[in-house]
């Protein structure tokens, strides 16, 4: 948890949706990277002077990434990152697939420009030739949200960005 590097405000991140939303960006990324574990706590009084935000900055990011299920919130109790089951795993899988073939059939019926598909692909291709596995993933995470995006149903959309 120490290698996580302080929050940093761009210009005009001293806005406070930016300010959370950068201190989301920063907690998410330290979930994903492993460096906060499921089950750790998350607690607004220790991570607002780490991120250098208010606390109130860290308690709104927190229903960012709890509204993303990265989190769970108790009331009267600091936030934890989510620790998944393995049937938490199968059953999210068994959504994005259905919300997935949804989306393709949606496309189809569309038929948008694909090329931003096909370059998801191709970034997909060279990042696994390169052996660069965070970009392969990154890559193949793109191509999954741009099919959903690409479908026209907002809802399906904000159901996938929830579930990937």
């Given at each position: ?47 607002g ?27 009267g ?55 660069d ?20 149903n ?11």
């Amino acid at each position: 948890m120490e290698t996580m590097a302080p929050f940093q405000p761009t210009s005009g991140a001293d806005h406070p949706e930016l300010v959370k939303t950068h201190a989301a960006t920063t907690l998410r990324e330290g979930i994903l990277r492993g460096e906060l574990k499921p089950g750790d706590i998350i607690a607004e009084t220790r991570w607002g002077p780490r991120l250098g935000v208010a606390q109130a900055s860290v308690r709104e990011a927190l229903n960012i990434l709890a509204a993303e299920g990265l989190v769970q919130k108790r009331p009267g109790r600091s936030a934890r990152v989510t620790r998944l089951t393995q049937s938490d795993v199968i059953q999210a899988y068994q959504v994005r697939a259905v919300l997935e073939g949804l989306a393709a059939r949606l496309v189809t019926e569309l038929q948008p420009d694909l090329g931003d598909l096909d370059r998801s692909i191709r970034d997909m291709q060279s990042s696994a030739e390169r052996g660069d596995l965070r970009a392969a993933i990154e890559a193949d995470l793109r191509f999954h949200l741009l099919l959903c995006e690409m479908s026209g149903n907002l809802v399906l959309s904000r159901q996938a960005r929830q579930l990937l």
